[in-house]
């Protein structure tokens, strides 16, 4: 069965500060799909990244950098340089290509940025 | 216009009263999922739909049912609203044969409360 776990319930920072937001998931399957949500205060998901389990090339996209590695069954999120818009709960998922696209999420993790 | 949508957004009702929650979507995606979101808990599985005529249950299926009456169109109905169903609602969508596969598109949510 699938699994994600997501071990930071909160985190707070102060702008420009770094943060890593871990995930670490389960599964049987070597096919899968790994992704991270976004969900801001007005409640909706924003969709960041999918990888797939045969991608272990690390992606940056602006300030925010994933990484992920099959060894340690992880997909770690870093935002450079936080700012008060990042402030928001952020989901890591898993996808087993078995469970048909079924999303097995993480429980969160709430990023308070401070100015 | 938003390629998932959900109605209604925002629900307060009573314990005992039937309530439904409805999901459209344009993306012309055969499958539909039903979620719900308490805190600390993340996202978990409801119901998912792979096509009109294939419904299944997810992990937290007891005191729902859904009806796919067309394949735009997912509803969720709790038969008879209790108090600790009060959560966010979200209706997502993907497509089994399409790119990028296993990746959900998400509708806004819906906010409901049980009294």
């Known amino acids: 069965a699938q699994k994600v776990t997501q071990a930071q319930t909160e985190i707070s920072v102060v702008e420009k500060e770094d943060v890593t937001l871990d995930c670490v998931y389960e599964?049987?399957?070597?096919?899968?799909?790994l992704f991270w949500y976004k969900q801001p205060p007005s409640g909706e998901l924003v969709f960041l990244i999918r990888?797939?389990?045969?991608?272990?090339q690390n992606e940056i996209s602006g300030r925010y950098s994933w990484n992920f590695q099959k060894s340690t069954s992880s997909f770690n999120f870093t935002i450079t340089a936080s700012q008060v818009v990042d402030s928001a709960v952020y989901f890591c998922?898993?996808?087993?290509?078995?469970?048909?696209?079924?999303?097995?999420f993480g429980e969160g993790t709430q990023l308070t940025v401070n100015p | 216009d938003a390629d998932v949508t959900q109605t209604p957004r925002n629900r307060i009702t009573k314990t005992g009263k039937r309530i439904m929650l409805e999901c459209s979507q344009t993306k012309g995606h055969d499958r539909m999922y039903w979620y719900r979101q308490d805190p600390g808990l993340g996202l978990r599985l409801i119901y998912y739909?792979?096509?009109?005529?294939?419904?299944n249950k997810g992990e937290i299926s007891d005191g729902y049912s859904v009806s796919r009456q067309a394949q735009a169109k997912f509803s969720l109905s709790l038969e008879s609203a209790i108090p600790n169903q009060t959560a966010l609602y979200f209706c997502a969508t993907s497509d089994a044969s399409g790119r990028p596969l296993y990746e959900q598109f998400f509708g806004p949510g819906t906010r409901l409360t049980v009294l």
């Open positions: 739909s792979f096509d009109v005529k294939d419904i």
């Open positions: 599964t049987r399957d070597t096919t899968y799909y």
């Open positions: 990888r797939n389990s045969f991608d272990e």
């Open positions: 998922a898993l996808s087993e290509e078995t469970s048909g696209s079924r999303l097995t």
